[in-house]
Nanobody, 121 residues
Framework: QVQLVESGGGLVQPGDSLKLSCAAS????????MNWYRQAPGKQRELVAG???????NYVDSVKGRFTMSRDNAKRTVYLQMNSLKPEDTAVYYC???????????????WGQGTQVTVSS
C-alpha cells in the first residue's frame, strides 16, 4: 500500500513562514505528479500547487509569489515553502499523488491525512 505523510503544519502569525513536507512510501513504481490541496472550514478543497515528474510547477493565483513547491525524487518527498502567510491561508493542507504502484499498472491517486495550518495574530 502507499502512504503519504504530511508534516510541518502549525500556528503562525501573519507574515511568518512554514514549510510543509509530504513523504510517499510503499509500493511505488512511478510518481507522475504530486499536489498540495487545502480546505478551509466551510469551503471546498482547492488545488494550491502541483509539481510534475519533470519538475514543472503550477500555483493557484492567490499563492503565486509566496509559495514554492519542490520535490526530492530520491526521497519521494515534496515540500511546500509558504512565505508571507496570511489569515486566509488557514486551512488543512493535504498532499495528493497520482502514481503507478507497479510497472504496467494503471495510475491511481492517493491522499495524505492532512496537516493544519493556522495563521492568526
Amino acid at each position: 500500500q502507499v502512504q503519504l505523510v504530511e508534516s510541518g503544519g502549525g500556528l503562525v502569525q501573519p507574515g511568518d513562514s512554514l514549510k510543509l513536507s509530504c513523504a510517499a512510501s510503499g509500493s511505488i513504481f512511478y510518481i507522475a505528479t504530486m499536489n498540495w490541496y487545502r480546505q478551509a472550514p466551510g469551503k471546498q478543497r482547492e488545488l494550491v500547487a502541483g509539481i510534475t515528474s519533470g519538475g514543472s510547477t503550477n500555483y493557484v493565483d492567490s499563492v503565486k509569489g509566496r509559495f514554492t513547491m519542490s520535490r526530492d525524487n530520491a526521497k519521494r518527498t515534496v515540500y511546500l515553502q509558504m512565505n508571507s502567510l496570511k489569515p486566509e491561508d488557514t486551512a488543512v493542507y493535504y498532499c495528493y499523488s497520482l502514481l503507478r504502484q507497479y510497472r504496467g499498472d494503471r495510475y491511481s491517486d492517493f491522499w495524505g491525512q492532512g496537516t493544519q495550518v493556522t495563521v492568526s495574530s
